[in-house]
């Protein structure tokens, strides 16, 4: 089983539009509202690959109920810890043509120091079962920024792989933990690793304790600083679309080689390919089967 980590878990609303007039009235051609937050999309992906998947976080009031709701209906178990304060709403605007996209996050709930007590002890059991750990995105009000950092070390004292993908203060503190794999973005490596260029910022952050670092840099394809060496992963072409939730598809490739203990050659072309998939899918957390199929082995691994 994989154990997915969302503390910030949200209810996700996608608007597709023709063309979006942001000084007019803009009629929305197809709505999408279901659970969301990174490690939900990570799980919806592991799911329609056949992987057993559990997804656990934070979730309260009416979002909250309408986030576990989601989750059932989709047939995704869940074991979420129950806080006091509203879930968040996400709401993404992405244009038909697949052009441009925008996203507003809520910040989240406050979180009480006995809410996020009571969520890790939960985390720690539920790792008894897991082959793997994802936490992932952003981290709700009231919780420290070294949290993710403290959730790896727990993993990895039960001898569970982690993967953490976040920005910022909880990117920076990440290889304090020893995960096996930390995911950043191009941009996000750089706020955490500012100057040089992605593979000095990789091994800067592979230095303070990541097992690997994998950087997504969009068209340009993927950057691994590892323990076996430096590989890139590099795209045949562009898939346009909409970019949200291309790296939680990423991110679950990468999980799935954990799991597998795949090459890295295999792992990487495995999460380029469905990264690439999930941006031709309107919403966060699919991927198109078709662009997967096709992209794959065109991929070059150096």
Do not use: C
Not at 221 to 235: D, N
Not at 243 to 250: E, I, K, R, V
């Amino acid at each position: 089983m994989i154990l997915t980590v969302t503390l910030n878990a949200a209810l996700d609303v996608t608007y597709q539009v023709p063309d979006v007039d942001w000084d007019g009235v803009n009629r929305v051609s197809a709505v999408h509202r279901r659970a969301g937050g990174k490690g939900v999309n990570v799980a919806r992906v592991l799911a329609a690959l056949g992987q057993d998947v559990l997804v656990t976080g934070l979730a309260g009031g009416t979002t909250g109920r309408a986030i576990e709701d989601d989750l059932r209906a989709a047939g995704l178990p869940a074991a979420l810890h129950p806080v006091a304060a509203d879930s968040r709403t996400t709401l993404v605007v992405s244009e038909r043509a697949g052009t441009r996209t925008a996203l507003f996050n809520e910040p989240g709930p406050e979180i009480t120091p006995a809410e996020l007590a009571g969520f890790v002890r939960r985390y720690e059991s539920l790792l008894d079962a897991a082959g793997a750990v994802v936490i992932s995105g952003s981290l709700p009000r009231g919780v420290p920024a070294d949290t993710y950092a403290t959730l790896a070390a727990v993993a990895a004292g039960k001898g569970v792989p982690a993967i953490v993908d976040a920005d910022g203060d909880p990117l920076r503190h990440a290889p304090k933990g020893r995960p096996s794999v930390v995911k950043p973005n191009r941009e996000e490596l750089a706020r955490a690793v500012p100057g040089g260029s992605p593979a000095e910022g990789a091994r800067a952050l592979r230095s303070q304790g990541a097992g690997a670092v994998v950087v997504s840099m969009g068209a340009d394809g993927l950057l691994a600083v590892t323990e076996e060496g430096t590989f890139t992963a590099r795209m045949p072409y562009t898939v346009r679309g909409n970019p949200t939730g291309a790296g939680d598809s990423l991110v679950a490739g990468l999980a799935l080689g954990l799991v597998e203990s795949a090459s890295w050659p295999d792992s990487l072309r495995r999460a380029a390919a469905l990264g690439a998939a999930a941006v031709a899918a309107p919403v966060a957390g699919d991927f198109d089967p078709e662009v997967y199929a096709d992209i794959h082995p065109q991929i070059i691994i150096t």
